[in-house]
């Protein structure tokens, strides 16, 4: 049988999964859910992130967007954390990876990791006048210590915060994705991740 792959836009769950187990667990009974499936990964990054083409009107609220997966990773021997991150913009795709040696942060062991890989997509889309990032993650803290929702009373939250705050360019739109349920790009940045640290 032919591997499909199965885009979710708007779901429980968003992001590109594998089987249809997954997809269904996503959209089934979920209020205006969007997803597709398609025959090979890129066409489905490609639904995901938008890139269907300028609107015949000549404007495409989506055409300046670009999507970012995130992910982090501690190795306790090595008292070491890191990210990854994958980056989908005009048809492009960029990783990105680095590890973290000690500091005042390593106590937050694989989240300050996710905080970096974060920071380092929206500088991504700072730099380069993007107006809308897509960001997927699967700890909460990357949305609720951006957004407020909770309180950051540790040096690497309260960085981060002030970082998402100081932005100019960019909006961020936040997805939660489920860590370790087969979405194709979070497996990705996670073996970045590792990586990064050796593992």
Aim: charged share 30%; aromatic share 12%; proline share 2%.
């Amino acid at each position: 049988m032919a591997k499909k792959f199965y885009a979710v836009k708007k779901g429980r769950n968003t992001g590109i999964f594998t089987t249809w187990e997954e997809c269904k667990a996503s959209v089934s009974r979920y209020s205006g859910a969007q997803y597709k499936s398609f025959p090979t990964l890129e066409e489905a990054r490609e639904y995901l992130e938008g890139s269907q083409g300028p609107s015949p009107g000549g404007s495409d609220q989506e055409e300046d967007s670009c999507t970012a997966y995130v992910d982090g990773s501690f190795d306790q021997e090595k008292n070491a954390y890191s990210y990854g991150c994958i980056i989908l913009y005009r048809g492009e795709r960029t990783e990105m990876s680095q590890a973290f040696q000690g500091g005042e942060d390593i106590s937050m062991r694989n989240v300050a990791g996710e905080l970096e890989g974060a920071m380092a997509a929206m500088k991504f889309c700072e730099e380069r006048k993007i107006k809308v990032l897509h960001l997927y993650y699967d700890y909460q803290g990357i949305e609720s210590w951006a957004v407020g929702d909770w309180k950051r009373n540790r040096p690497g939250t309260i960085r981060y915060k002030s970082f998402y705050d100081g932005l100019k360019n960019v909006k961020v739109v936040f997805h939660k994705v489920k860590g370790h349920s087969g979405v194709e790009l979070n497996e990705a940045v996670d073996r970045l991740a590792k990586a990064a640290l050796g593992i």
